[in-house]
Every structure is written in C-alpha cells, then in structure tokens.
C-alpha cells in the first residue's frame, strides 16, 4: 500500500463518512472528505489526488455529474471509486465504462473496500484505461489481467491459464493472441485435450501421413503446423495422458515434429497458451503431471477468479450477453434488466461460472414474454437441475417422516399406547419406539 496516498472521499452521509475517513487515516492514508459535490470539485481543481471515492447519490447533487464534469474539463482524471446502491448498478456500470475504476455496492465490507483502495492506489496508473470497451470484465482482478495481455502478447513465452470451468480462459487467450503484433495474419487455433483419446490426440497435436493408419486417407497437418506463425491453445492439458505429455515437451523443447507415420522432421513455431481447470502443481507432486513441463508451459500464470468471487462483473457480463443476443436477433423487442434481476444475479453463486450466466441470459431471452427480466424470469428458467433434485428430496422425506409418524402413532392407538405390544406390532424393539415418540413428539393421553 502507498501510505502518504491523497484520497478526496466524498460522502453526504456524515457516520458513513466519518468512519471511513478515521479507518483510512489508521491505514496511513491522506484524507479530504467533502460532503458536497461542489466543494468536492473545487478541491479536484486545486490539488491532484490519487483516488477519488464517491457515492452516487450526494443529496441533490450527484457523484455521477462531478465525474462529468471533471473529465470534461480536460483535467487528469484521477481514479475514480464509487460507492452505490443496487438500485444504481447500471449506473455504474456506465461510468466504468467511461472511465471509472471500480464500484464498490452498499452495505459494503470496510475490509474488502481498504482492499480494493490499497490496490487502486499502488497501481491503478497501470490497469487498461476504461475509456476504450473492456474486454475480461470491471473487476480490479480481471482488469489487472487485462493490462498484462499487450506486455505478454510483446513476448513469446508460453502462458498457463487457470480457473475453474466456464471462467473464460478461451477467451482471455484469444484476446492475447489479438495483442500480437500480427494477429491479422496468424493463426489462433484451439484444441481440447480431454476430449480426445490419446492416439487421436497424437494425430490431432502432430498431425499424419497418408496410410499411417487405417482411414488415413490422406496426409494431414496437426494443430501444432495449422497454428505456426501464431498461437496454439491447448485446453484441459491437466487431462493429457503422461506419455502424451513426454511428446509434447519434446515439441516444446525441439520447437520440430514429426507426423505420425512420418520420419521427416518438421520446425514449427508457435505461441502456447495452455488452460486447465486442474491443481498441476498437486498433480506433479502425485506423479500424475510431469514436472519438467510443468515448468515448460508455466513460464507466465495466469489464474482467473471464479465469477462468484468477482461480483463486479455480474452486471457487466449481463448486460453484455443481453446486448449481444438483441444485436443477433434484430427483429425481437429488446428487454431490459429490473433491480430485482441485478440483485438475484449478483447473489447467484454461478458454480458454471460466465458460461452459465450467459446460458441463463439466452434462455431468459427466449423464453421470458416480458420486456423488463425480473429476478423471477431469470432464475425460474437458469434451470439448475441440482437445485430441483433437492428440493424434491426435501419433499419426498417431508412426506415419508409425516406417513411414519401417522402409522406410528395409529398402532399405539390401536394397543392403548403399550409400548412392548407396540413396538412388536411395529417389528422394532422398544428402544427404538421411544425414540421415534420422543422425535415425532408423541404422547400418551394422559400425559399430555
């Protein structure tokens, strides 16, 4: 953290400002509060600052006009943070877009915002400028990756990119493809290793000569010579069978191939980007992974947070899916986003990550017959088949426990309540009768 870092804070709520103001002086930061925006873009004028944190909503006034204000008065424009509502996500989101760093949503944790403003005011000079479209998402985390993209795209080291399933590693390796300096005219080419059984990954990865083996009709170039030139990704690599990973490291190593069938040597060059949503560091040390190309592919690591763990994205995403699919389908109405939906897919834990989230924006598209989606519309049709078998669980049982007790509490009834005929009748001993009474609360009439 920059200690001596100056933050103009501007907040009309004056036990929220007053608290922030005293944690952040115990964080050694320098503080000015304004609870007005005008006195707050007079400060702007005469002193830079390093962040600004702003809320919104200022009263009257606006924090949303004070950033317009002060990036139309060609001044350098300091990182902006704002403090928002739900009912104000949008909002922000559009800020973000023209220029704004992060958002923070209330009731926020004093903890998580230091975080986010100890990073902002390290190296927020550093992160891609959000004047131009992101392209990872709004999040200090994906936006840091971002920036890396045309520092690593500059050098051909092979890139290993982590994350669970449906994070957008295929994405964020296009993207750096798209940094290279001749993008336009190399190739980017994709293969997913787990879906392959080792001898047609061979074929696939190196490619094979005609007859070398039944069906090889013809002689075929591999992944590895469709992508010289430009950059080859290889996903699910953590599921590569070992003695295909001895042959891959020895392409690495040899920068040279040879086809299956073949004996003629062939130079290739290539940009590798591998993927996996796999503990490789765990897998070498099970002996499941080899470690010399582990360290191979993991020159530069990558590792995308799952969305869950960065919210700020959730709204951002949304409503780049909702775009997208009205851009394809021009002749439907657009539909928009109420607050409700905001807030139920900011609290959605997304176990499918971004791919989920857009599955459950498509099918909401599709199938909703309103034009404003709802909390409602959206996750009634995001269709988690794990959450319906549960719920039906908890029915099921509900139904059995009431069907035991009216049986139980029927044979003793029927025996007087004499717990030895009883639980005979019912073919458990007494120990076990007593205690289904006592858990379905069941007494004879002259105790209760």
Avoid at 250 to 274: F, N, P, S, T, W
Avoid at 316 to 344: R, V
Avoid at 424 to 429: D, T
Wanted: glycine share 6%; net charge negative.
């Amino acid at each position: 953290m920059s200690g001596q870092a100056a933050i103009c804070l501007i907040e009309d709520d004056p036990f929220i400002g007053e608290s922030l103001c005293d944690r952040l002086q115990l964080e050694g930061f320098s503080i000015d509060w304004h609870e007005t925006a005008p006195t707050a873009l007079a400060a702007l004028r005469q002193r830079r600052y390093d962040l600004v944190i702003s809320d919104i909503r200022l009263g009257r006034d606006s924090g949303e006009q004070l950033f317009y204000t002060v990036k139309a008065e060609n001044r350098v424009l300091p990182p902006f943070l704002f403090i928002t509502a739900y009912g104000s996500i949008e909002k922000a989101v559009t800020l973000l877009k023209l220029g704004a760093v992060d958002y923070i949503i209330k009731p926020f944790d004093i903890d998580e915002l230091i975080l986010k403003i100890s990073a902002l005011t390290d190296d927020a000079r550093t992160l891609t400028p959000l004047d131009q479209e992101p392209k990872l998402g709004m999040s200090l985390a994906m936006r840091r990756i971002e920036a890396t993209l045309p520092l690593l795209a500059a050098r051909n080291a092979s890139v290993l990119i982590t994350g669970e399933s449906g994070v957008g590693k295929e994405h964020v390796a296009r993207l750096l493809h798209r940094h290279r300096a001749n993008a336009d005219q190399s190739p980017f080419v994709a293969i997913n290793c787990a879906a392959l059984s080792e001898s047609l990954l061979e074929a696939e990865l190196f490619g094979y000569e005609k007859g070398a083996f039944t069906g090889a009709l013809r002689t075929k170039p591999g992944v590895f010579e469709q992508a010289d030139g430009g950059t080859l990704f290889l996903d699910e690599v953590g599921d590569m069978p070992p003695p295909m990973q001895a042959k891959l490291l020895r392409v690495i190593q040899d920068r040279c191939l040879v086809r299956v069938g073949g004996e003629r040597e062939i130079k290739v060059e290539v940009r590798l980007v591998c993927a996996t949503n796999r503990d490789l560091k765990a897998m070498v040390g099970e002996g499941t992974f080899r470690e010399d190309l582990y360290y191979r592919i993991n020159v530069i690591h990558l590792h995308l947070p799952p969305l869950r763990d960065r919210t700020d994205d959730i709204p951002w995403f949304a409503q780049q899916f909702l775009n997208e699919y009205f851009a394809l389908h021009t002749d439907e109405p657009a539909k928009q986003f109420d607050h409700s939906a905001l807030h139920a897919l900011i609290e959605h834990p997304w176990p499918g990550n971004v791919r989920e989230l857009k599955h459950c924006i498509e099918r909401a598209c599709i199938l909703s017959q309103q034009q404003t989606l709802t909390a409602t519309s959206l996750l009634e049709m995001e269709g988690d088949p794990t959450r319906e078998t549960s719920d039906l669980s908890e029915k099921l049982g509900e139904r059995m426990a009431l069907a035991e007790r009216e049986f139980i509490q029927q044979t003793l009834i029927s025996h007087d309540w004499h717990i030895i005929e009883s639980a005979a009748a019912l073919g458990i001993s007494r120990k076990s009768l007593w205690e289904k009474m006592k858990k379905f609360d069941l007494r004879a009439p002259q105790e209760g």
